[in-house]
């Protein structure tokens, strides 16, 4: 058994650091999009009615909204931060 051939880094490439685990507080957030969905006392409802909708499939939607926005602040949180340092 011969190991697999080492690929050389580019010319001009970083070498890996130990920044590279970004532990930022900021990554806590992102726990948010996906426990909230899971408490069922937030969703098992009927009312009340958005356009005529239930509960559970505009808050559904509300749902995507919350990941979205949740994911979107903690990249822009990290980025700026990584950038500047």
């Known amino acids: 058994m011969s190991e ?3 690929t050389p880094e580019p010319p001009g490439a970083a070498p890996p650091s130990r920044e ?3 532990r930022s ?3 806590w957030l992102l726990f948010l999009p996906i426990v909230v969905p899971l408490v069922p006392a937030l969703f098992n409802m009927d009312s009340p009615r958005l356009f005529g909708f239930p ?3 505009w808050l559904q ?3 995507i909204v919350l990941g979205v926005a949740t ?3 903690v990249y ?3 980025r700026d ?3 500047t340092s």
């Open 55 to 57: 509960a559970y499939y």
């Open 81 to 83: 931060r990584a950038v």
């Open 76 to 78: 822009r949180m990290t």
């Open 25 to 27: 507080p900021w990554n």
């Open 20 to 22: 590279a685990t970004d």
């Open 4 to 6: 697999p051939p080492v």
């Open 61 to 63: 939607l509300a749902f």
């Open 71 to 73: 994911t979107s602040v």
